[in-house]
């Protein structure tokens, strides 16, 4: 049974991970809406795979750096953990306070290949390395490097977190697609603030249990 949770808790943990990284209305964000709008969900869905290629290449180098500092990492738990609520605070307050409407582009009139829409989404979220903070806040945040970790619960905890970016990927192209009639830029406006509130309570709720030295994850 201990096995069976810890590969859940691994899984939880990873998906969240991904799902918080990729949620914010970003450039690729903005690029997803804009591909399902005026291509169709599957244009805007491989947009997204891009994006959650990329999203993993930082993840793991995240990864691979904090594994090298176990011994800090297991001594300092509280203080990587509040570390790592509080970058997701700002992030949040950032998120919450941005306008994505900016990172609109006029439409290109030509569909392109999925390939093609697959790597220029890549390479725009890989043109962004200050994406590493963001996963260095968010694995101190549910502990998702510890020492100990079998090779075969490192791979799963690193897929789950590509599942939770294809996840959100696919509900948000999934769900703009079918209201694309009725989607207009204030949509946009309000799903990134829903955003913003949604990581803001994640570190407010990362805080508090953080310094009554619970664990909630």
């Not at 090779?151 to 799963?156: A, D, F, K, L, Q």
């Amino acid at each position: 049974m201990n096995e069976i949770a810890t590969i859940v808790s691994i899984v939880f943990k990873g998906m969240m991970i991904g799902i918080i990284a990729s949620a914010p209305m970003g450039p690729v964000g903005v690029l997803c809406l804009q591909r399902t709008l005026n291509k169709g969900r599957w244009y805007g869905f491989v947009t997204g795979c891009g994006a959650a290629l990329s999203d993993l290449f930082y993840a793991l180098i995240t990864g691979y750096g904090m594994s090298f500092v176990f011994d800090y990492v297991s001594n300092n738990v509280f203080y990587l953990q509040l570390f790592g609520s509080i970058l997701l605070l700002i992030f949040g307050i950032h998120t919450f306070r941005s306008n994505p409407v900016k990172a609109l582009r006029a439409p290109s009139g030509k569909k392109g290949s999925y390939m093609h829409n697959f790597l220029t989404a890549f390479l725009v979220t890989l043109s962004n390395p200050l994406i590493i903070l963001l996963f260095i806040g968010l694995f101190a945040r549910f502990s998702f490097v510890s020492e100990g970790m079998l090779v075969s619960e490192t791979v799963t905890g690193y897929v789950a977190i590509v599942a939770g970016a294809l996840l959100w990927w696919f509900l948000l192209s999934t769900g703009v697609s079918k209201v694309r009639t009725q989607f207009n830029l204030r949509g946009i406006w309000i799903i990134n603030r829903t955003i913003g509130v949604i990581v803001i309570i994640v570190a407010v709720v990362g805080l508090i249990i953080t310094f009554l030295g619970e664990s909630l994850y």
